[in-house]
């Protein structure tokens, strides 16, 4: 099993919410920071959640960012919830 983050520093979970009408649009604005912004994955799923996207950042504060500078800030996001992946020894 490979470390949390390998070489490029922190991995997360980030579960994103639409709002009714704006899943497309967020997605295409998801899919253009990928390789800007370390969104490594994402996936569209079903259930409370719209979203999952995996992203990696060199350290804790830089994973804050993108989620609340970048992720947060894009119009028909409602709600983020970011899951930090940790090593288990």
Known sequence: MAKAGGARGMKAYV??????GKTKNVKKALAKMRSASHVE?????????????VVTGANLDAIGSLVTDDIGTIDGVTRTTTCVAVSLG
Do not use: K, Q, S
């Not at 579960?15 to 009714?20: N, V």
């Open 15 to 20: 579960l994103i919410e639409t709002a009714a």
């Open 41 to 53: 994955n994402l996936d569209a799923v079903t259930g409370p959640y719209d979203f999952i996207a």
